[in-house]
């Protein structure tokens, strides 16, 4: 599956966005962009990532079972930490995060928007993981607004 996050504003507080699902559309919440002139994917756990195409690899651990990284080594967005790639940002995820608070370079998702928020994120995360079936292959292209 093929999915696009276009965002719709960016601030110095927050970037914000709708992802379209096969039958929904779920907004999206994430840091500000931060410039990191080591790091070409942003600053990590600090900064939304850059816009592109990622390809969605899955991610199993306890705090974020069954969820997808995004990973395009283009970019500077890796899975996990490689020594050949030290400047790469790690585990840039999609999950359940209604503030600005709980994410560290995330994407959190939620079923409607508040200022530098979303909501109902639980609900908006089981929806995206009923339409996104956790199996390779899916790709994520983020959009930066027009």
């Known amino acids: 599956m093929d999915l696009i996050l276009q965002r719709t504003s960016q601030s110095i ?50 705090k974020h079972p069954q969820s997808f990284a995004l990973v395009n080594a283009d970019l500077g967005v890796i899975h996990e930490p490689d020594p050949a790639f030290p400047n790469a ?15 560290l370079g995330c994407i959190g998702v939620g079923t409607s928007t508040g200022h530098c928020s979303v909501l109902n994120s639980r609900i908006a995360y089981d929806e995206f993981k009923a339409a996104v079936p956790w199996i390779a292959g899916h790709t994520l292209t983020i959009l930066n607004p027009p």
Do not use: K
């Not at 999206?28 to 939304?48: I, K, N, V």
């Open 13 to 62: 507080d927050c970037t914000m966005g709708t992802l379209a699902l096969p039958n929904s559309l779920l907004y999206t919440l994430e840091l500000p962009w931060l410039f990191e002139p080591d790091f070409p994917g942003g600053a990590p756990s600090r900064s939304c990532v850059p816009p592109g195409v990622f390809q969605l690899v899955l991610h199993d651990t306890p």
């Open 89 to 103: 940002r790690v585990a840039c995820l999609i999950h359940i995060a209604n503030f600005i608070r709980d994410l």
